[in-house]
Each structure stands twice: as C-alpha cells, then as structure tokens.
C-alpha cells in the first residue's frame, strides 16, 4: 500500500488542509415524472457521438439537479464549466492531434453520462460511481465529500478507461497535458458557482491552503491548483497507457488503479472525520 502514497500525496495535503464545509437541508430530490424522464434523455450516452454533443446534455442535467439543490449536481457543475472551456478549443483544432484530443474527451465524459444514466434506471454502476451516489445521497455528508467521492472515481478510474479506449499513444502526452492545463483556468467560476448553488465555498478545495497561497503569490492565481490536478492526472495517463501495453496484464493495473481509488476514499473518510472535508 505504500506504493501509493506519492501519487495520493498532492490530493490529501490539498484536501487535509481545507476547512469544514457546510451541508444543505435536502441533498436528493425526488422528480415529478417529466423531470426523470428529462434527466433520463439526458443521460443517455447514446445521444453523445462527438464530444461537443455532450455540452448542451450537461447543462440540462445540472439544471435539473441544482434547481433543487440536489447533491448529484455538483459534478455536474464541475463538468459543464470544464465542457465550456474545453469544446470551443477542439472545435477550433487548437491541438497537434485534435482527432485524438476529441476522442479521449468524449470517452471520458460517456462515463459519468454512462453511470449517470445506468444510477437513474436502478442499474448497477460501477463501484466508484455507487460510492458518489451512496455520498450523495446521505444528507449528513458534505456537499465537498461528495465532489470528492466524483473526483476520485472519474479521474482515478474512469481517466485510464478513456485513455485506453481512445488509442492513446506517448506522443499524445502534450495534448494530454495541454487539455489539463486548459481546464485549470475554471477554478474560479466553478468555485462560484457551486457557492450559488450549495452554498459552500470549495476554493481551499481547489487551491494548497497555506502553501498554496505562497505558490500563487509568487507565480499567479491558480498555480498551486494546476500543479495538483496535473499529477493526478498524469497518473492516470500512466495507468492508462498500462492497459493499453500487451506486456503489462490489464487485471494487475485495474487493481492497482482500484487499490489507489480505495486508499484514497480511506483517507478521505478520516478527513470527513476530522471535518476536514
């Protein structure tokens, strides 16, 4: 297990320091018939064929869900403001390899869509996402908790699935890495917008509390956030391209990617003990 501590290391130190966040009345709302049948459509992976498809399906999900403050929705916050800044720069080509740059996008999001819709329909989700719907759901857990319930199953597990399944290759690292540095630039208006809705402030969530704000001071606002959510993105990519390696058995690197995904969920848990989370 204490292989895993240099890749979890930048997400506790980010999360440990971040103060204890405040919890809404109601976390899950049951929908009158059309609303379920809205979100259902929605959801529906089906409906996703290039990744710019996925943008107006997002917006309509986390407008039904934060409209009742319901818990689900955070991530669906997370995800429309991080498809707002990324569609606009695949539909423009900005990337050496933009085919692949799409294709790893869209795989990654008809994940969460996947078990979005599969959680609405009573179907079994995959372990992770049950984890999130279970946190979501359970009103004596932190609107922060449950975003990192989604975090934790999408970039730790679902991440590499993507990767894998868009044929990725080491010569897409830099527009792998120019996508996350891309998305770093939504801290703010996401931190706001999950304010509006929750009424929780997520900024020490996104930024290194006290070392953090030393990191910003010196090179600028969001520094300290780019530098986590790159590394834990390049572990993904490195377990991704594991799977994709015919020399490498896929079982062993889906349990270590598992292994780290429940190290992680251990820790937060105590972190959410200490109210910390």
């Known amino acids: 297990m204490k292989r895993h501590y240099r890749y ?12 204890a966040l405040s919890q809404a009345e109601s976390c899950r709302h049951t929908f009158s018939a059309d609303e379920y049948q809205a979100l259902l459509f929605h959801s529906n992976p089906d409906n996703v064929q290039t990744f710019s498809d ?9 407008e039904l869900f934060t409209r009742y403050g ?3 929705g955070v991530f669906a916050i997370f995800y ?14 900005n990337f050496k390899f933009n085919g692949w740059s799409e294709e790893v996008s869209r795989q990654f999001v008809l994940r969460y869509m996947d078990n979005l819709h599969r959680h609405l329909l009573g179907q079994p989700v995959t372990e992770s996402w049950h984890n999130f719907y279970l946190i979501s759901g359970d009103c004596s857990r932190s609107v ?7 975090l934790t199953a999408h970039l730790t597990l679902d991440f590499p699935e993507a990767i894998n399944d868009a044929n990725s290759y080491f010569f897409h690292f830099n527009d792998f890495y120019a996508i ?19 009424g ?48 490498i058995d896929n079982g062993k690197t889906r349990q270590a990617m598992r292994n780290l995904w429940l190290f992680e969920e251990h820790n937060l848990d105590i972190l959410e003990s200490l109210n910390k989370l």
């Open 8 to 19: 979890l290391a930048p997400l506790l130190f980010f999360i440990c320091l971040s103060p």
């Open 54 to 62: 996925a943008l107006p399906h997002i917006r309509e999900i986390e």
């Open 70 to 72: 319901d818990h689900r």
């Open 80 to 93: 429309r403001n991080i498809l707002e800044t990324a569609v606009p720069e695949i539909e423009q080509g």
């Open 144 to 150: 922060g908790r449950a975003a990192a319930a989604a």
């Open 180 to 198: 996350g540095q891309l998305l770093t630039d939504v801290t703010l208006s996401l931190v706001d917008d999950i304010e509006n809705v929750y």
């Open 200 to 247: 929780v402030d997520l900024t020490d969530f996104f930024n290194l509390y006290f070392f953090g704000e030393a990191i910003d001071q010196q090179y600028g606002d969001g520094v300290s956030s780019e530098i986590l959510f790159q590394s834990v993105r390049i572990t993904s990519w490195s377990h991704g391209l594991s799977l994709r390696a015919r020399w």
